[in-house]
Structures are given as structure tokens and as C-alpha cells.
């Protein structure tokens, strides 16, 4: 149950709050900030794929409780869109979750069944949500977050640049009310992402191993699924 709640919550809450995102005006950054965009934008326009190791914490405030996942995440881009696909191999049994064409899809190996959430007309918005420092442009980042530069903060023996994303959406900010993201300045890409809920919850997201560009074999993003495998789809 508590493995089953970790994989719902991160992935069903970024879900919800991508779709229910608005654009809003853009701000006028500051130096330091506009530097750091500028580099997430270069990175943004030469973006082929990202790979990269993964922890993944997920603290349920109520409980008092902390859910720990790991593996490995892949992104690409398909023509003009992108794909995800995350093998989280533990806690055992293997999980997976893809989000291809407008489906998200997390597979749990141990009961054999898919569970698949449709983002229909709201794919792109879910789409600039999912690649947030990890090929998403600081420019459009601007348009649906006030963002500020917090300074320089050593991590993994990066010099990181922490900035703090508040969503302009009200009702975003009911499911993720601020972000950090501490984007490494020479690749603008995220190595730490911590979204924190309005509750005291909160998903932090570590990054290590980060492959830019590589060519990632097309099974990554098809789930291996059996011929007795069960699909749900909630939301139709």
C-alpha cells in the first residue's frame, strides 16, 4: 500500500497540476536568473533525449511517512512532442510508469496491471510540466511561473543555481504552491527538483548520471507487458 500511494502521488499529482496550469505574463528576470534561462533555453533547442538515475522521496506530512524510489528516467522528443519513461526497479517488484501520444501509463509488475490516464486536449500543457529542467526552456517557464534566484549552492560538486518556481495558477499552487529546482548553469538542466504542497507534503527528486543526447533504444518507451496484463483507465 505504501509503495502503491508513493508511485500515485508523484506521478497522478504532477498530473493534475500540469493540467489545470495557466499561462500568465511573463516577469522581467533578473541577471543572474536571465543567465541561468539562457542556458535552459540553449539546452531546450538542441534537446534529443535525457537519461538519468533517479531517487525519488515522497513525504505524506499526516502520516508522518517517507516513501523512497529509484531508477532510471529517460526523455526524448518524437517529432514535436516528448516522450518519459521512468523503470523504477526499487522498492521490488519493478514499477514503470510512460506517458506517449496523450497517455500516462504506470504499470505495477506484481498484480500485472496498467493503469493509464488520458490527457487529451491538455497534453501540452502536461508535456511542459514533466520536462521542467529537463529540456523545458526558461523562457517558457516564465510563462506559467514567478521565478526567483536564490544564489549558488553546492551539490554533487556542482556549483547549482537554486531557483524558487511559484505557479502563477491559483489552482495550481492548491496542489504545488512553490518548486525548487537547482539547475547545474553549464547544461541548464535540473540535478535536484522539491515541489512542496500546500499541506506539508512534499516529492524530492534527485538526479545523477545525466546523459544529454544519447540515442536510447525505442523498447525504452514500450511497456513489456503480458498477455494477461489487466488496463484500467480512470479518467477515460
Known amino acids: 500500500m505504501r509503495q502503491q500511494r508513493a508511485v500515485g502521488l508523484s506521478t497522478i499529482g504532477l498530473l493534475i497540476s500540469a493540467l489545470l496550469a495557466a499561462s500568465s505574463a511573463q516577469q522581467t528576470p533578473d541577471s543572474h536568473l536571465q543567465s541561468v534561462l539562457t542556458q535552459m533555453d540553449r539546452t531546450a533547442a538542441n534537446f534529443h533525449t535525457t537519461q538519468a538515475t533517479f531517487v525519488w522521496t515522497q513525504y505524506t506530512k499526516i502520516v508522518d511517512e517517507t516513501d523512497i524510489q529509484k531508477g532510471t528516467v529517460y526523455f526524448r522528443r518524437s517529432g514535436n512532442q516528448v516522450e518519459m519513461a521512468a523503470d523504477i526497479s526499487e522498492p521490488a517488484p519493478p514499477k ?8 500516462v501509463q504506470v504499470y505495477q509488475t506484481k498484480i ?16 511542459s510540466f ?4 529537463f529540456g523545458g526552456s526558461g523562457q517558457d517557464m516564465l510563462k506559467s511561473f514567478d521565478v526567483t534566484y536564490l544564489g549558488t ?3 554533487d560538486g556542482v556549483d547549482t543555481a537554486k531557483l524558487d518556481l511559484v505557479p502563477k495558477s491559483t489552482k495550481v499552487r492548491n496542489t504545488f504552491n512553490h518548486i525548487w529546482l537547482w539547475i547545474d548553469p553549464a547544461r541548464g538542466v535540473s540535478l535536484r527538483q522539491q515541489l512542496f504542497a500546500p499541506n506539508g507534503d512534499y516529492r524530492l527528486a534527485a538526479y545523477s548520471d545525466i546523459r544529454l543526447n544519447e540515442k536510447i533504444a525505442d523498447g525504452i518507451f514500450r511497456l513489456k507487458t503480458t498477455g494477461k496484463t489487466k488496463f484500467l483507465s480512470p479518467n477515460g
Open 96 to 103: 514503470y510508469v510512460l506517458f506517449t501520444g496523450s497517455k
Open 112 to 127: 500485472d496491471q496498467v493503469t493509464e490516464y488520458n490527457t487529451g486536449k491538455d497534453r501540452a500543457a502536461f508535456e
Open 130 to 133: 514533466l520536462v521542467l529542467g
Open 153 to 155: 549552492e553546492g551539490l
